[in-house]
């Protein structure tokens, strides 16, 4: 890195990043950087934010903090960024282990509603009347239950949904995201954008209450 003139700081905020509660947020946690070899260990460390507990389990920071912070601190430094101008900050604590008994109620919960779902669906369509026809249609017969239809067609839901999901307990077939992990991602990309749209409009409240 060239030494000619002012020491320039190079930095791209994560999208994302988490602390744990009661933790100090410093520079190496919500950045990359790269800067002469005598200002890295100082600016990794270089205190950023303490959260308080007003600020509840996501805080907005902004470049703007992080160049004043590092001004202060290094006032010759120039700054130049890349990426996204913010960082959402999410404070954890340590959780505990979910019991045993709520996991099994959960479970059975999931497991009543899908079947009943299951079932209320068949009904609206006459799934059985459907089986009865297409077994009449291939045998001449008709009869009641045609199992020779209703044993596969049962299997292959549950077959379908493993396979629909990508998932079969913890293993997945592939590395393609399964619809359910794409909705969960986007539910959360759309949460990040209330929580960032919401926290800058407290910052731009504030600044106008001090102006």
Do not use: C
Not at 23 to 28: A, F, H, P, Y
Not at 51 to 58: L, M, S
Not at 84 to 111: C, M, R, T, Y
Not at 170 to 180: A, C, D, I, R, T
Request: aromatic share 8%; no cysteine; hydrophobic share 40%.
């Amino acid at each position: 890195m060239a030494k000619t003139g002012a020491p320039y700081l190079y930095i791209r905020l994560r999208r994302k990043a988490s602390v744990r509660k009661g933790s100090v947020v410093k520079l190496r946690h919500i950045a990359q950087i790269i800067v002469e070899p005598e200002y890295e260990t100082a600016l990794n460390e270089l205190i950023i934010h303490k959260p308080q507990q007003e600020d509840g389990n996501r805080v907005l920071i902004d470049m703007m903090l992080i160049v004043r912070k590092v001004k202060e601190r290094h006032p010759e430094l120039q700054i130049e960024h890349f990426g996204e101008p913010h960082v959402l900050l999410e404070i954890f604590s340590d959780n505990k282990k979910a019991s045993p008994v709520l996991i099994g109620l959960v479970w059975l919960l999931l497991f009543i509603g899908s079947g009943l779902a299951i079932m209320n669906f068949h009904a609206d369509v006459s799934m059985l009347e459907v089986h009865q026809r297409i077994y009449e249609l291939m045998t001449g017969k008709k009869v009641e239950h045609p199992l020779i239809l209703q044993i596969p067609y049962s299997l292959g839901i549950g077959v379908g949904m493993v396979i629909f999901f990508n998932h079969l307990f913890k293993k997945k077939f592939n590395e393609e995201p399964s619809p359910l992990e794409v909705e969960m991602f986007m539910y959360q990309e759309n949460i990040n954008h209330y929580v960032i749209t919401e926290e800058y409009m407290k910052i731009h409240e504030e600044g106008e209450s001090k102006g």
